[in-house]
């Protein structure tokens, strides 16, 4: 099965999901106008129902993915969910201090790194519990542990295809979407139903869903304090994608080759580095109040645009073609993942 003929299944990062079309830039203008329209759409009821902005843009992008069928509309709605979704990371540093980052504490680092490990151990094991490989269970438990679809497709290169073929990568990516939106719903309320604090809350959050825009969405869902710490715990799972790759390639060795193109992910997104810097500067006093409060609803604007924009564009008619067994490796690790996460904040926050 050839994975080129879908579109990504989440918000590509890393940019190595597919390659950015070459076209003119009034070619950009009908997918943003369809990704801002939604966005306005979702605004207007958040607005209305008081309901979370980033929660309505992704359900009314769903209801409007039957236009990812339309290619004319695809440069627009990949630039709206890559590009924005960077900097809308980005424009977030500008409400965080660096002393907020030393506050999250060694001690909540470490446990991000344990939850990493165990949530890709948990997939190894499920895997080779239902007859699958150990290549196809790192492949999943790291899409689930680090950062969905961005880190699949980096680990199938790393893998390699004697590993894990591209029917099982397709299959993960679609997983990882279906799971990542059902996060974005579902893991506020169990949080809410565990009575947990913004600072629990937001590392629970970071700690255990998979894609960034999701993670954002959920975290500033809850509450603004909830999504600033859900953002720096999500962007330390991000920055462990080198590490895990560089692990996978001594458990798998193997010649390292990227075929048909494709890029290798870099050591460190520069949207990571953009989100500390612009935090390192607001932690100097140099970015005035106003603007800082600016940023945060460019921030969140860009966010929701990029939010709708996925969601229009994922092929929800594939996940009903593949059958339950495969996937349950990827819901087994996310269930790790969510359930170490809730142990740490409960007892240890």
Not at 234 to 259: D, E, G
């Amino acid at each position: 099965m050839d994975v080129s003929q879908y579109p990504p299944q989440a918000a590509d990062l890393y940019g190595d999901i597919e390659r950015t079309p070459s076209t003119r830039w009034r070619d950009y203008l009908p997918g943003l106008a369809v990704a801002v329209l939604a966005t306005l759409a979702a605004a207007s009821l958040a607005d209305r129902y008081h309901a979370p902005l980033t929660l309505l843009a992704l359900l009314i992008g769903l209801a409007m993915n039957f236009l990812s069928a339309d290619r004319r509309l695809t440069p627009g709605l990949t630039l709206a969910s890559r590009e924005l979704l960077r900097w809308a990371i980005v424009l977030v540093g500008a409400r965080i201090t660096l002393e907020q980052i030393i506050a999250l504490g060694p001690q909540s680092l470490l446990a991000v790194v344990a939850i990493v490990a165990i949530t890709i151990g948990a997939a190894v094991l499920a895997a080779r519990g239902l007859g699958f490989s150990s290549g196809f269970g790192t492949l999943a438990g790291g899409a689930v542990a680090i950062c969905g679809a961005s880190a699949a497709m980096a680990l199938s290169a790393t893998l390699g295809e004697r590993r894990v073929r591209q029917a099982e990568l397709t299959l993960v990516l679609v997983g990882t979407s279906a799971m990542s939106s059902a996060a974005l719903v579902l893991y506020p309320a169990i949080c809410e139903l565990f009575k947990l604090n913004d600072l629990q809350a937001g590392f629970v959050l970071g700690a255990s869903i998979h894609d960034v825009a999701q993670t954002l969405g959920a975290g500033y869902a809850f509450s603004q304090h909830a999504g600033e710490t859900a953002t720096i715990v999500k962007l330390a799972r991000v920055a462990l994608l080198a590490p895990v790759l560089a692990l996978v390639a001594l458990a798998f060795p193997q010649p390292l080759k990227i075929s048909g193109g494709k890029r290798a992910a870099p050591l460190l997104p520069w949207f990571v580095v953009g989100f500390f810097v612009v935090a390192g500067i607001n932690s100097t006093g140099m970015i005035p109040a106003q603007v800082s409060g600016a940023a945060a609803n460019v921030s969140s604007g860009m966010l929701a645009v990029s939010v709708a924009a996925t969601a229009i564009r994922s092929p929800l008619g594939e996940i009903l073609k593949t059958g339950p067994k495969p996937l349950l490796v990827g819901i087994i690790a996310s269930l790790t993942s969510l359930s170490a996460a809730l142990a740490f904040a409960i007892f240890a926050l």
